[in-house]
């Protein structure tokens, strides 16, 4: 009897713990909400510096709405195209595990829909939470579409630091004192570089250092005492960003949403793609204080050079105490606009909250130069030749210079195995070796134009090195990768090194990351597992490279089963 009765306890206590976990699990799903939107996307009149344009806008908001879920939650997001582009939304980091049909950018996994037409996008959130956003993914549209997907926790489940009393959305970005797609146009059919924005901004709005823009300056009011989470976004077409709060403290605690240790600074940099939450405490004499970004400029070329403010006013300092006029703010310390080292510093300090599991042993190891080129133009005097000495501006992944279809999207032709839209043939390495970051020879500036994919088996382990190149001028490239999130393993100046760097990655707790930048003249290594089957655009996220070709895309086969395989597409997909 005794050994009857040993072996009946685990065996009850086991079904107790298993009902437990399904009770759990069902609670989970129940709480799980489905999430119905409908965006109107349209030119509205929007004015700024002193101007009125006709802006295109979703909702008739700029920036555009902030989605706010959690972890779990399904978007159903009805785009209704009211513009007289073409668009197309992406959900930026935002896994999408087997789901490419709804990440968005055109010509990748769906044609753009056309004016007039619509297209619902349709996707869970799964094990993410924390600061991403949306924008389009259209030519220039995402200059002002765009706004914040806040992902919060499971029910029950706190934040991995202390909770803070309030949240507020950070958006950065650029301005433009006309329609921005006419400055893409200009100069595409140019070749030159095209003009740089008129301001940056914080929430859509420059802040009072520009014209006819005091009054509109965002403000955010705190308490003494109280501390808020501040949750910064990038969304700038084409400029990394220092950002800073006068006199007071940032303590990083996540990028991209995920977690990070926390770590306190001065002043973050914050590349275009690229979001980062930070804590902040009201525990200085109240006050009003400057809220600012300007550039961090690593290429020899023109940059915006104004900067962009809002305002942390304590409430108990709204009126000064003669004559009820506003405190003059107080303005941050900003590094300045070539301050690599900052830059560098601060981005060396992230690091994932405690051991996570790298891939340690690579089937894919690839090696990507990346950069600016030049195509030479038989008629140097040409009008669409304006770039340097009579060129048109390019930019490569390993000399490839990507060439995005016309007549359909990627997706959709290796779906429905159409042949000659693209081939698989990616160059691993660059086709010919050389010093990427000294003086290179004028021979190797003109890429080769092509639209070839990099092919990827289900579950291999993927190394990605992304070199930057002195071709042209060296640059932070913020590369991203859609469908994907992957872990920053190491980087530094100069050639990457593969028989000395590698010993120097961090395979204990690197940063998790949607997007990172090359350092200017340097590289970055990258490692994630290759468990998103489709069709996934790499890229640039300066939007001026993008166009030029600074992109490939990975072709992620089916695994086994139907866990492992692309869904069937919606039967709304736009057609071209």
């Avoid at 399904?74 to 087997?98: C, M, P, S």
């Avoid at 044609?111 to 619902?120: A, D, F, K, M, V």
């Avoid at 014209?211 to 509109?216: F, G, I, L, V």
């Avoid at 009126?319 to 900052?342: M, R, V, W």
Wanted: aromatic content about 12%; hydrophobic content about 40%; charged content about 15%.
């Amino acid at each position: 009897m005794e050994p009857h009765i040993l072996s009946a306890k685990p065996c009850t206590f086991y079904l107790f713990s298993c009902i437990l976990l399904i009770f759990a699990f069902l609670a989970s799903f129940a709480s799980a909400a489905i999430h119905y939107h409908e965006f109107v996307i349209e030119a509205k009149p929007v004015k700024r510096l002193c101007r009125t344009h006709s802006t295109i806008t979703v909702n008739g908001q700029y920036p555009g709405p902030t989605l706010e879920v959690r972890d779990g939650d399904t978007l159903v997001i009805k785009a209704i195209n009211k513009a007289r582009y073409n668009v197309t939304l992406h959900w930026h980091g935002v896994r999408q595990l087997r789901n490419p049909w709804a990440d968005g950018p055109e010509y990748v996994t769906q044609c753009p829909i056309q004016p007039g037409r619509s297209y619902t996008y349709q996707f869970t959130i799964q094990n993410q939470e924390g600061t991403l956003w949306w924008h389009a993914h259209s030519k220039w549209l995402r200059a002002t579409v765009y706004g914040a997907l806040i992902i919060y926790p499971k029910l029950g489940s706190p934040y991995p630091f202390p909770m803070p009393k309030r949240e507020m959305p950070v958006i950065l970005g650029e301005w433009w004192d006309r329609n921005p797609l006419d400055v893409l146009k200009l100069a595409l059919f140019a070749g030159g570089a095209p003009n740089v924005s008129d301001a940056y901004t914080i929430n859509g709005q420059p802040g009072d250092l520009y014209r006819c823009s005091s009054k509109e300056t965002a403000i955010y009011p705190v308490e003494a005492g109280e501390t808020i989470l501040l949750r910064i976004i990038n969304s700038a077409l084409n400029q990394e960003l220092y950002f800073g709060v006068a006199n007071h403290k940032l303590t990083v605690v996540a990028v991209d949403a995920s977690y990070t240790k926390p770590f306190t600074t001065n002043v973050i940099m914050i590349a275009p793609g690229q979001t980062t939450d930070v804590l902040l405490t009201a525990d200085q004499p109240p006050a009003r204080y400057y809220i600012a970004a300007h550039a961090y400029n690593t290429a020899n070329a023109a940059f915006d050079n104004t900067t962009t403010t809002a305002i942390l006013e304590y409430e108990s300092a709204h009126y000064s105490a003669k004559g009820g006029k506003y405190l003059k703010p107080i303005f941050p310390q900003l590094p300045g606009f070539n301050d690599t080292a900052t830059a560098t510093a601060f981005t060396a300090q992230l690091r994932s909250p405690c051991k996570v599991k790298v891939p340690i042993e690579i089937d894919e190891s690839l090696f990507f130069t990346v950069g600016l080129g030049l195509i030479n133009c038989k008629n140097k005097n040409s009008p669409r030749c304006q770039g340097p000495n009579g060129t048109r501006f390019a930019a490569s992944i390993n000399n490839v210079s990507f060439v995005f279809p016309r007549s359909t999207s990627l997706m959709q032709a290796y779906y429905q195995g159409q042949p000659g839209v693209f081939t698989t043939d990616f160059p691993p390495v660059p086709p010919i070796q050389f010093d990427y970051t000294g003086n290179v020879s004028r021979g190797l500036w003109q890429p080769v134009k092509g639209t070839k994919l990099v092919k990827l088996r289900f579950g291999s382990k993927v190394q990605i090195v992304f070199q930057d190149t002195s071709i042209v001028t060296v640059e932070d490239h913020p590369m991203h990768i859609h469908g994907y999130d992957f872990y920053v393993v190491g980087s530094g100046f100069g050639n990457f090194d593969p028989k000395n760097d590698p010993a120097k990655f961090n395979l204990v707790d690197p940063p998790l990351r949607n997007t990172i930048g090359t350092p200017p003249g340097g590289w970055v290594a990258i490692r994630f597992v290759a468990d998103n089957p489709g069709i996934w655009l790499l890229h640039c996220h300066l939007d001026t490279h993008l166009p030029w070709g600074l992109a490939t895309a990975l072709l992620v086969e089916n695994g086994v089963g139907k866990l492992q395989t692309v869904q069937p597409p919606p039967l709304d997909l736009p057609q071209c």
